[in-house]
């Protein structure tokens, strides 16, 4: 069964570095997001991402972050400058279609600042 | 703007006792309602989710869940529990461009 997949699974950092944050989403799929969970908070949705253009984005993706789709098969999550807040385990999800689509999961990446 | 709340941040049961976990919900929008589980140190997987139609929606591992209008509500329930059930599970709302908004989250703690 097609899977999303995240690398790498745990990344350690120091404040101040950039890091990005890799996804293989299912190969038909259209329609990709970022979400994060800080740890024992509830999952909070970051960016959606459409026809090559973000769709939505929440307050918490600031000029900080971005996403690109550099190739047709990875989607990526940039972090330019990390911060001590940005530790959180870091899902991807890719879905078919955007109204009442079934979105699938990563693995998550689970990102460290110290 | 939508929102999710999840009453119970943890719900205690015996094996093979009925359980219900509760969600409610506020939507501007169409309203498409999911339950994901996360089990321990592993990612979020659909247990279920309501489009539209039939209220009642049958999911994965034996879990439904009723989608109430007037209620606002969305609650799981599964008749009888396994140790294996032991999760965290989420209800979230599909928002206007179709990004997930997450309630907190309910601890499922299974007792011998």
């Known amino acids: 069964e097609p899977e999303v997949t995240q690398t790498p699974s745990h990344q350690v950092t120091q404040m101040g570095q950039e890091v990005i944050l890799r996804c293989v989403p299912i190969s038909n799929h259209l329609y990709f997001y970022w979400y994060r969970q800080i740890l024992g908070q509830k999952v909070e949705f970051l960016v959606s991402f459409y026809n090559n253009e973000i769709s939505e984005k929440s307050e918490i993706f600031d000029d900080q972050f971005s996403v690109e789709r550099p190739d047709g098969s990875n989607f990526t999550l940039k972090i330019r400058s990390t911060k001590l807040e940005d530790s959180a385990m870091y899902f991807c999800?890719?879905?078919?279609?955007?109204?009442?689509?079934?979105?699938?999961f990563g693995p998550g990446t689970r990102l460290t600042v110290t | 703007a939508q929102s999710v709340t999840q009453l119970d941040s943890q719900v205690p049961v015996f094996e093979e006792a009925p359980v219900e976990l509760r969600c409610n919900y506020s939507s501007s929008v169409s309203v498409y309602l999911f339950w994901y589980v996360q089990y321990p140190n592993q990612g979020l997987q659909l247990l279920l989710k309501y489009l539209s139609g039939s209220t009642l929606v049958k999911g994965i591992n034996g879990f439904e869940a009723e989608f109430n209008k007037s209620q606002t509500s969305f609650h799981l329930r599964k008749p009888s529990v396994h140790i294996s059930d032991t999760a965290e599970y989420f209800c979230?709302?599909?928002?206007?461009?179709?990004?997930?908004?997450w309630g907190a989250g309910t601890k499922l703690i299974i007792k011998p």
């Open positions: 979230a709302v599909m928002g206007s461009n179709y990004q997930l908004i």
């Open positions: 999800a890719s879905s078919m279609r955007g109204a009442g689509g079934e979105q699938y």
